[in-house]
């Protein structure tokens, strides 16, 4: 059973940062690309950033400077590093994983529950 799990989401004025992590656990054969998606109300889902098992990242326009992807040593855990935020970015953040089961089987991909990130002043 697969399972993504992810924290680090919350309150922050203007200008501030947050760092949300996403876990996967359960037993899969390989782990590809992780990303970041949000959906403010009434917005549709958005990709943030994405990060792929070579290390290679994409950006939105919108984050680009601001925000940064990375995984964690263990490459089953990636972080979201954002910096300077802004009103505009409040919505709730969910992480999105490529994950390949077992060998035979094709990849799927896999959300997590969200966490909400609030900028306000």
């Known amino acids: 059973h697969v399972q993504l799990v992810e924290s680090g989401g919350g309150f922050v004025h203007p200008g501030g940062s947050l760092r949300l992590s996403c876990a996967a656990s359960g037993t899969f054969f390989s782990l590809n690309a992780i990303a970041w998606y949000r959906q403010a109300p009434g917005k549709e889902r958005e990709l943030v950033a994405r990060?792929?098992?070579?290390?290679?990242?994409n950006y939105a326009d919108s984050v680009k400077g601001r925000f940064t992807i990375s995984r964690g040593n263990d490459k089953n855990t990636v972080f979201l590093q954002m910096n300077n935020l802004k009103p505009e970015d409040t919505a709730v953040y969910f992480c999105n994983a490529n994950i390949r089961r077992y060998w035979y089987e094709p990849t799927d991909h896999y959300w997590g529950q969200g966490t909400q990130v609030t900028v306000s002043s």
């Open positions: 990060i792929s098992s070579d290390g290679s990242t």
